[in-house]
């Protein structure tokens, strides 16, 4: 067994090798850490396996038998050649009619619901699916990939379009682990104050306050109940302005005050999942340590400022919404100059740490890369610098003449 492990002592990568045959060293799996990802760590593991294997005097590596695309060009890269012939094949599915992807979800939920529900409230219960327009495709060496720019929430869902997709890659890369335990943490975290920042609740007016709480929680009061109007769980606005971290207040803010408004989807969660339960590759690009140094950098002043601004939320959704969906990035970051999170320096930083992470995959073919949608901007750029041809991949007419009438590019 080869073992690789990060600066931190963490796994990154292993190798299983079998040493016993006389003449070869047989390669029979290798594997890299999804929550430890160390660019190219499962290489640096397969040149020790070489220099081990010669110098052993073996007179060549048995690579295994699988023929897959990704698995070949995996060996290729590092001469393997064919001892026997074969026959390389693959499955792929028959194409999918229209909406086939909702009537799978409708199977689903005709499995796990009880007998006694309706047809309307079967399709009620279903999310609504939208094109995915904030996608880029890049092509390098006659491989391709894609990268796109998510939401953290959303008021539809892309399941279909991801499905879709998928089925066209075999990695799939994350800005950081999205898994239940590291969403866990970062809410532990959160919640636990550290005291090098003031709370929240001590930098506002209290009318100010009185305003936020109107806004994320909606009506309230005994004719709000009575006409059934109130939000039953309304979030404790007060509660994490004066007890969690700066970062985690606002993002709880925001996403109660966007649950009101009916956005109960998030789109780089939705492509989490989907990419488990198709069985791909899934690698977060940033430990869970430096997506909370990220948050924890999120400057105290644009929270307050965002908080003060509450007024111009819904304005502020609804032209977002639009310009995702037409898959327009410069007309949506142009509403989110102020958006906390999104500043020169959390940008800047993270994107050259992905741009480094996720070439080797991008390089190799067949991936797709989620990023927030704020990185976009530059990293096309950096891709482009890369030797990378980027172009958006609109998923239907009508986003390619709307991309044509303001004179975006696209495929």
């Not at 050649?81 to 009537?103: C, K, N, Q």
């Not at 996403?255 to 977060?284: F, P």
């Not at 007024?311 to 949506?332: C, F, P, Q, T, V």
């Not at 999170?341 to 067949?366: A, H, K």
Request: hydrophobic share 40%; aromatic share 10%.
């Amino acid at each position: 067994m080869l073992d690789a492990v990060d600066a931190e002592g963490n796994l990154a990568a292993s190798l299983l090798l079998d040493d016993a045959p006389r003449r070869f060293c047989s390669y029979l799996i290798g594997a890299h850490s999804r929550t430890h990802y160390t660019p190219h760590a499962a290489d640096l593991l397969f040149a020790h396996m070489l220099r081990s294997a010669k110098e052993a005097g073996k007179e060549y590596v048995h690579l295994g038998l699988g023929v897959n695309d990704g698995i070949r060009r995996f060996k290729t890269k590092w001469g393997g050649r064919p001892a026997l012939p074969y026959v390389m094949a693959s499955w792929r599915e028959t194409p999918r009619e229209t909406g086939s992807e909702t009537i799978s979800s409708l199977v689903r939920i005709l499995l796990e619901s009880p007998s006694d529900l309706s047809k309307r409230q079967i399709f009620d219960s279903l999310p609504q699916q939208r094109p995915f327009a904030m996608l880029w495709e890049l092509t390098k060496n006659g491989r391709t990939s894609w990268i796109g720019g998510t939401a953290h929430f959303f008021c539809y869902s892309f399941e279909a379009a991801f499905r879709n997709l998928f089925e066209r890659v075999d990695t799939v890369l994350f800005e950081g682990p999205l898994d239940a335990d590291s969403l866990d943490e970062v809410a532990r975290i959160g919640k636990t104050p550290d005291g090098r920042h003031p709370p929240l609740i001590d930098l506002l007016e209290e009318p100010e306050i009185r305003l936020l709480e109107r806004i994320v929680q909606g009506p309230t009061g005994k004719l709000a109940r009575f006409l059934n109007a109130a939000n039953p769980n309304p979030a404790d606005v007060r509660g994490l302005l004066a007890t969690t971290r700066h970062w985690y207040a606002f993002f709880s803010l925001w996403t109660a005050y966007l649950e009101r408004q009916g956005w109960n989807q998030s789109v780089d969660l939705c492509a989490w999942h989907t990419a488990l339960e198709m069985g791909k590759s899934v690698i977060g690009m940033e430990s869970l340590e430096e997506q909370v140094a990220s948050l924890e950098s999120v400057p105290l002043g644009r929270v307050t400022a965002f908080f003060r601004s509450c007024r111009s939320w819904k304005g502020y959704a609804r032209r977002n919404i639009h310009s995702y969906l037409d898959g327009d990035l410069e007309g949506m970051l142009g509403t989110s100059t102020e958006f906390p999170s999104r500043t020169e320096q959390i940008i800047d930083g993270r994107n050259q740490r992905f741009r480094e992470r996720m070439r080797p995959f991008l390089e190799e073919g067949r991936a797709a890369v989620f990023v927030g949608s704020a990185h976009m901007l530059q990293l096309r750029d950096m891709l482009a610098e890369d030797g990378f041809t980027v172009r958006q991949a609109y998923p239907t007419w009508r986003h390619r003449l709307r991309a044509a009438i303001r004179g975006r590019n696209g495929g």
